[in-house]
């Protein structure tokens, strides 16, 4: 994930494994997506809504 994030320009400095998750009884590992800036968060958006589109398109799923 670290590496697709990094690809679009976007890095959360937190990112990592949920300790606490992995304690279950089986353990059921979580990402941590942790915190970040206002400008990583709309430059996470602004890569989601760009691969929504493209999937979107190539899938023809925008058609009504």
Do not use: I, K, N, Q
């Amino acid at each position: 994930m670290r590496a697709a994030l990094s690809g679009v320009g976007v890095t959360l400095p937190s990112l990592g494994l949920d300790c606490v998750s992995l304690a279950a009884d089986p353990p059921y590992p979580l990402v941590e997506l942790g915190r970040c800036a206002p400008r990583t968060a709309l430059r996470l958006a602004e890569a989601l809504t760009g691969a929504a589109g493209a999937a979107g398109g190539a899938a023809g799923c925008g058609a009504r």
